[in-house]
């Protein structure tokens, strides 16, 4: 009031006759006045403030289950690729790495590399198109590929979903895999799973970005259970089929969720942030209109807008790609993720193809038996047993625990230092698998190290999209998951080859690898715990 009066003062005073008029002045005051209100009603808003102001409700319930159950889907087809190793060794008759290729009856042996060829070439394919579906999702949308479907009778929104064709896909050459009438066959269809895969992992992207800042870490979180469940359900499902429908029997029932998943895709709408980054504001308010109604709560006033930092399309011409995630204020954040990504694939992906190679040997220190020893001497052909099955169904129960922990640290020492703690005891644990133990201290090892390293993994699904801004947000994802594949590609030829010649070396080279993957972690510059998600750096 004082400052208004101040105002109508001065140009009363102003004015050449000194006169004041009255009338005049309550004119001015009122305009004013009204100029004033007209300015502070007029309010806007961010899709941060949105989010928030909805609130965690319905449409994130309906979301937690559709991304949960791709998890769960991801899962059943990477803990599939352990369960096939020995039917495959029965299949075509892979030798182990010390015995020459020979021929047995009618079936030429395949070397051992092969076998880890039957797992590393579907993470070959999942590195090769990882990043690939990170820039079309950061381009073109998270959920919308961008081109319309070839059949006119049908709607182009349902075939142009990026997630809806990457697990179509998916599901499609994994049923296909059941046929393969050879082993280089079965190797180029499970390839092209790979070539798939690498599109589901997306989900974390758009499901990230419409979780309020508070319930963003256990939402994350919360798919590691998923995850759990899936491993477990396909170690159940291989004990239930492997005796009668062998192992192209189970491929196939491992094919199917990722066949419901696809049709669950068509529900999730576009990401707001998406659509605001590239000026569409009138769509990102639809699609917030949408989640609000879901949660029964009404959206701020005022006008959508763009946070004041936050890219337009002229700004998404800048460096992007690998160049952006490389410049200066993220070079040292993306190195380490990427070194980070590697060690936790490396080592998780390895220790759930080890922990088949333990029981399958003949080293009754580290969890073989004698009568694979038995078996071996007269056989190529070692299969799981009961006991097998069950003991990997405990181990891959470990995660859940896992979760549990990681839930409780991941607020209280941040994100970076979970990872590096937990990558740490991971390490220790294979170090205590170097000595002589009997089967139950063995797979209460395994179960201590795979817990750890499943939540360390986790984490860094949960800091990934939160350190990397919008527009490089499933790029940077998408690179990230590429450099974990790499780590993966290498694992199959340390826990199913290298494990040939020795076991000790295998676990020797997985404590190491967990070492670096938690002194990377802690050296990662930035701590995103309680940050809302960036729009640009």
């Known amino acids: 009031m004082t400052r208004r009066l101040s105002i109508i003062i001065s140009a009363m005073l102003d004015r050449e006759d000194d006169s004041i008029d009255f009338n005049a002045s309550t004119t001015s005051f009122k305009s004013i006045k009204s100029t004033t209100t007209n300015v502070s009603t007029t309010s806007t808003y961010t899709v941060d403030d949105a989010i928030e102001c909805v609130g965690f409700g319905r449409f994130q319930l309906i979301m937690s289950a559709i991304a949960g159950f791709a998890w769960m889907a991801d899962s059943m087809e990477i803990m599939l690729l352990s369960l096939l190793t020995p039917a495959l060794v029965c299949e075509w008759a892979i030798t182990p790495a010390e015995q020459p290729r020979r021929r047995m009856g009618n079936v030429a042996t395949t070397p051992s590399s092969f076998q880890a060829l039957s797992t590393t070439c579907v993470f070959v394919g999942w590195m090769a198109c990882s990043p690939l579906w990170g820039w079309f999702c950061d381009r073109y949308g ?57 599109g589901i992992t997306q989900i974390a992207t758009i499901y990230t970005e419409f979780l309020p800042t508070t319930k963003r870490a256990g939402c994350i979180l919360m798919l590691e259970f998923f995850w759990a469940i899936g491993a477990a359900v396909e170690a159940v499902i291989a004990l239930l089929i492997m005796p009668t429908l062998g192992w192209r029997g189970l491929v196939v029932c491992s ?81 380490l993720i990427w070194l980070v990504w590697a060690m936790n694939a490396f080592s998780y992906y390895g220790m759930t193809l080890y922990t088949t190679k333990l029981f399958q040997s003949t080293d009754v220190c580290h969890g073989g038996s ?48 979970t990872m590096s703690v937990q990558l740490l005891f991971f390490g220790i644990a294979n170090y205590l698998l170097y000595f002589c133990m009997g089967r139950t201290v063995i797979v209460s ?54 494990a040939e010649y020795n076991l000790v070396y295998a676990t020797l080279i997985y404590g190491t690898s967990g070492m670096i993957g938690s002194l990377a972690a802690f050296l990662l510059p930035i701590e995103t715990a309680g940050r809302q998600m960036m729009d640009t750096h």
């Open 445 to 498: 090892i395994l179960f201590v190290a795979r817990a750890f390293i499943s939540g360390a993994f986790q984490t860094a699904y949960v800091y990934t999209p939160e350190v990397y801004p919008t527009p490089m947000r499933a790029f940077g994802i998408g690179t990230a998951s590429a450099f974990g594949r790499m780590g993966a590609i290498l694992t199959p030829y340390v826990a199913q080859v290298i």
């Open 370 to 417: 004698e009568e694979n020893a038995k078996t071996n001497h007269t056989s190529l052909c070692v299969p799981l047993k009961q006991e097998d099955y069950l003991d990997i169904i405990a181990t891959s129960f470990s995660e859940v625990p896992g979760l549990i922990l990681t839930f409780f640290l991941i607020e209280r020492l941040g994100r970076k230092m």
């Open 142 to 198: 998270r959920r919308t590929v961008g081109y319309g479907s070839p059949w006119g009778a049908i709607d182009n929104t349902v075939i142009s979903q990026g997630l809806f064709l990457s697990a179509l896909l998916c599901s499609t050459f994994g049923i296909a895999t059941a046929a393969a009438p050879s082993f280089p066959m079965f190797v180029v269809l499970r390839g092209c799973v790979g070539l798939s895969l690498g």
């Open 255 to 335: 094919s199917v969720p990722l066949l419901i998943f696809a049709f669950c895709c068509i529900w999730l709408p576009e990401s707001a942030r998406y659509y605001v980054a590239h000026d569409k504001n009138d769509k990102a308010k639809e699609v917030l209109d949408r989640v609000a109604r879901y949660n029964g709560k009404e959206l701020p006033e005022g006008d959508l807008v763009a946070e004041k930092s936050e890219p337009t399309e002229k700004d998404i011409k800048k460096p992007s790609g690998i160049l952006a995630l490389l410049e200066k204020p993220l070079l040292a954040t993306t190195l």
